[in-house]
């Protein structure tokens, strides 16, 4: 069973940058690379979002409207790791953040959010403003 880990979180102040990352564990570089991912955040009281996502190599990138132009997803395949490099973070973002897979249909799929069956702990990011 593929394991997710997310590590990076923490407390920065508003306009502070922070780079989050996804590890996969248990789970060789091809079958990660058939995986699509994403990211995802709950702020307390609030529904969970869906904050971005990437296509298994990379062409397919989706934002929410509230982080474009901010953040970038990215993944290293090779190693196995998601990326979320976070700019500009305003008390807004302030979150858990985590990371999701799904086996893709093809390369340039962006699963709904519903369908992420694998899931990270996740890692809490608090901004101050």
């Known amino acids: 069973q593929v394991q997710l880990r997310e590590s990076g979180g923490g407390l920065v102040q508003a306009g502070d940058s922070l780079r989050l990352s996804c590890a996969a564990s248990?789970?060789?570089?091809?079958?990660?690379?058939?995986?699509?991912m994403g990211w995802f955040r709950q702020a307390p009281g609030k529904e969970r979002e869906y904050v971005a996502a990437i296509s298994i190599r990379g062409e397919t990138r989706y934002y929410v409207d509230s982080v474009k132009g901010r953040f970038a997803i990215s993944r290293d395949n090779a190693e196995r790791t998601l990326y979320l490099r976070m700019n500009r973070l305003n008390a807004e973002d302030t979150a858990v953040y985590s990371c999701?897979?799904?086996?893709?249909?093809?390369?340039?799929?962006?699963?709904?959010?519903?369908?992420?069956?694998?899931w990270g702990q996740g890692t809490q990011v608090t901004v101050s403003s």
């Open positions: 999701a897979a799904h086996l893709a249909r093809d390369i340039h799929y962006k699963p709904l959010s519903s369908e992420y069956d694998l």
């Open positions: 248990d789970v060789s570089e091809r079958t990660f690379s058939n995986y699509a």
